[in-house]
């Protein structure tokens, strides 16, 4: 006890709230805006393109899903190296790491003789975005307090989303005017470029405040109702023990870790089969851009607000509407013909997965305790970005087998209703002013 006393005194200057800190939240978010940016390049051009710029046959999907298969698998486990690096050498360290890692990405798509290319430069994007998007997600959840996670969550896809959307539309227009491949390099060069600088020059390290709430916790001064974190794992636990306890040892987490795995087909269909599903329609890269846009500027702006929503009403309401919210809107997109439809339906699924996404991250900071929420975050995030490498697996072969692009459709709107009744099920609400532990 007197241990945790004084590493109470050495933390007393660690404030938590985004007003107390909001130089660093606002760096914070406009990293994660980058993050977008870096992700977005990739999801409008690439895909459209594949066949006669990166030399894909037509109608091979498996080929097609490679690059995101890639991307899925390395970001995954990625996402779970960040978090438990981050608890020993600091959350700046593995952000900068991220960005270094992102500088090839841009000559490998100038210079691509293959798909190949391709799918490493994709593999690389997958460390990017599992090292940085992971950071700026857990640095801002350090620094603000816990009747605040929902918004600040909310703010952080709101930015990575948006970010993803605008460059959709920045790239095809860029593609237009300078060519595919110089377009993609110009972009991908500036932005990356500038994340770099501004980590190194700017941003702080976060890991002090987390150690103060932990110390705060331990020395029994936190305020406020107390979070139902799980009973059946130690202090200072080791990687296996977050691991199996977020995968299924404790049922919530299990079922968020599930939801978080299936909504990525979501984003792995949206990514490959939305862009190519249009170009076969006859519309332009712009006009694609502008579709997919809807779904990631609907997806970022209605964060704002459904992160926010479950600080009031919880977390459980917004997950589950939002799982089959979203698998509608995807089904949606095969009843209608115009341009007017296409981007309705992006709007449905994209309004879908505001509600689910930032409240899934929310619900896991809700009930892990400080100590190892870094590691917890990681982990469902592992397990949430796999989905990205089975969902595109899956499609790939569910429209290998129909030899039609209409069945990968099908296919995501069923398993995002039966995984938002798995949440239904075995999930409950983890908000500690709704449901406090007794």
């Known amino acids: 006890m007197h241990d945790s006393a004084s590493h109470l005194e050495t933390y007393q200057d660690y404030r938590h709230g985004i007003s107390h800190n909001r130089s660093q939240f606002l760096h914070q978010l406009f990293q994660v805006l980058l993050v977008g940016l870096t992700l977005g390049m990739m999801r409008t051009v690439v895909p459209a393109l594949a066949e006669h710029e990166f030399g894909v046959p037509k109608g091979s999907f498996m080929l097609l899903m490679a690059f995101v298969v890639a991307f899925g698998f390395v970001k995954g486990p990625l996402n779970f190296v960040a978090g438990r690096l981050s608890e020993r050498v600091g959350r700046k360290q593995v952000l900068l790491l991220g960005w270094l890692s992102a500088l090839p990405i841009p000559f490998m798509i100038l210079y691509a003789p293959s798909w190949g290319w391709i799918v490493a430069a994709t593999v690389l994007l997958g460390v990017n975005q599992g090292l940085t998007w992971s950071m700026t997600q857990t640095s801002k959840l350090d620094i603000t307090r816990p009747d605040q996670r929902g918004l600040t969550i909310g703010l952080n896809e709101f930015s990575g989303y948006v970010g993803v959307a605008i460059a959709g539309i920045i790239t095809g227009y860029m593609a237009g005017a300078l060519g595919a491949r110089q377009g993609l390099f110009v972009f991908g060069m500036v932005v990356i470029v500038l994340a770099i600088v501004l980590t190194w020059f700017w941003v702080k390290d976060t890991l002090p405040w987390a150690r103060a709430e932990g110390a705060r916790y331990a020395a029994g001064q936190s305020s406020g109702p107390k979070p139902r974190f799980p009973n059946n794992i130690s202090d200072h636990p080791t990687t296996w023990e977050v691991f199996t306890l977020m995968s299924w040892r404790d049922r919530r987490m299990a079922a968020i870790s599930q939801a978080g795995l ?99 991250s929310a619900a896991v900071s809700d009930i892990a305790h400080p100590n190892w929420r870094g590691s917890a975050i990681g982990i469902y995030r592992f397990w949430r970005d796999l989905g990205y490498g089975i969902g595109a697996l899956a499609l790939g072969l569910v429209a290998n087998l129909s030899g039609a692009l209409n069945s990968g459709f099908w296919f995501v709107t069923i398993a995002m209703l039966v995984s938002g009744l798995a949440v239904w099920i075995w999930g409950e609400e983890t908000h500690p002013r709704l449901n406090p532990a007794p």
């Open 262 to 360: 299936v909504e990525k087909f979501v984003d792995a269909l949206v990514w490959v089969f939305y862009p190519l599903y249009l170009y076969q329609h006859g519309l332009s890269l712009a006009s694609i851009g502008w579709v997919v846009g809807v779904y990631g500027f609907v997806w970022g702006g209605s964060q704002l607000v459904t992160g926010k929503l479950s600080d009031h009403i919880g977390r459980q309401k917004p997950i589950v509407w939002g799982m089959w919210i979203c698998g509608a809107g995807v089904g949606m997109m095969l009843l209608g013909e115009s341009v007017a439809w296409w981007s309705f339906s992006a709007g449905v699924t994209g309004f879908g997965m505001a509600l689910l996404y930032p409240n899934l």
